[in-house]
């Protein structure tokens, strides 16, 4: 059973940066393209960013130019680089495999944008 287990989120000022992280565990994370999520309250989940094995990536129109997705395949890792965050960036944070995700989720980590 895969498990991601995300952190790095925290309560920002609009227009600041966080560094989500999301550790993968069980075999085969090379493989897989890996997707960065987002769930507003009140909101569907949504596809925030996603990177394929062969690190090709794409944004959701809303966070292009300002968020930067990237891997680590030695430590089974996935990142959110998310820069010039507005209050709409508030959201839980997951990751999972893309575009398709699997039926297991992490915990999410909290982003709150707020001055």
């Known amino acids: 059973q895969v498990q991601f287990v995300e952190s790095g989120g925290d309560l920002v000022h609009p227009g600041g940066s966080l560094r989500l992280s999301c550790v993968i565990s069980?075999?085969?994370?090379?493989?897989?393209?890996m997707g960065w999520f987002r769930q507003a309250p009140g909101e569907q989940r949504e596809s925030v960013a996603q990177?394929?094995?062969?690190?090709?990536?794409n944004y959701a129109d809303s966070v292009r130019g300002r968020f930067t997705i990237s891997r680590d395949n030695a430590k089974n890792t996935v990142y959110l680089q998310m820069n010039a965050l507005k209050p709409e960036d508030t959201a839980v944070y997951y990751c999972?495999?893309?575009?398709?995700?699997?039926?297991?989720w992490g915990q999410g980590t909290q982003v709150t944008v707020s001055s």
């Open positions: 990177i394929t094995p062969g690190e090709m990536r």
């Open positions: 999972n495999t893309a575009p398709t995700p699997t039926r297991y």
């Open positions: 069980g075999s085969g994370f090379r493989v897989y393209a």
